[in-house]
């Protein structure tokens, strides 16, 4: 793999790559609040080593992974990363639409009446959890 191709998604969060002794060390800025999944969790050169508030008042936490300086270790490592990446971009654009549906659920029960408001169910319907809503009788049992 190139290089540009395998640093390109770890770019936003990446900032010092360094090579000592036979070992890679990746140096990582990510949001504070950023968890790291079970299936990363596991990574062997996992270290946290601080935080750091930026000019803008964002605080981050500085992690190194590291890992023998093989082409299977360093491909692992950048699955890894980008699997923690990539969990916590998702994570935030859940929180996101939680957030939008938040808002409309309120404005539809500010401006409804009790009566109709008691009429809105709100189901999951099927593998695809698809919403189903407003007492349509779509979803329920024998229809």
């Known amino acids: 793999?190139?290089?540009?191709?395998?640093?390109?998604?770890?770019?936003?969060?990446?900032?010092?790559?360094?090579?000592?002794?036979?070992?890679?060390?990746?140096?990582?800025?990510?949001?504070?609040?950023?968890?790291?999944?079970?299936?990363?969790?596991?990574?062997?050169?996992?270290?946290?080593?601080?935080?750091?508030?930026?000019?803008?008042?964002?605080?981050?936490?500085?992690?190194?992974?590291v890992c023998e300086f093989s082409e299977k270790d360093v491909s692992d490592t950048e699955s890894k990363a980008i699997e923690f990446i990539n969990y916590n971009l998702e994570l935030a654009r859940k929180e996101e639409l939680f957030m939008e549906s938040t808002k409309v659920l309120k404005k539809i029960f500010m401006n409804r009446s009790l009566e109709e408001l008691s009429n809105i169910k709100i189901t999951f319907d099927g593998e695809d959890d698809k919403m189903v809503g407003e007492g349509s009788g779509e979803g329920q049992e024998g229809n």
Do not use: C, Q
């Open 1 to 65: 793999m190139k290089l540009f191709s395998a640093l390109e998604p770890l770019s936003p969060y990446l900032f010092k790559v360094s090579i000592i002794n036979g070992y890679i060390w990746f140096d990582f800025k990510f949001p504070v609040h950023w968890v790291i999944p079970e299936s990363v969790s596991d990574l062997v050169g996992y270290i946290n080593f601080g935080e750091e508030v930026s000019d803008n008042g964002e605080r981050n936490t500085l992690i190194r992974l």
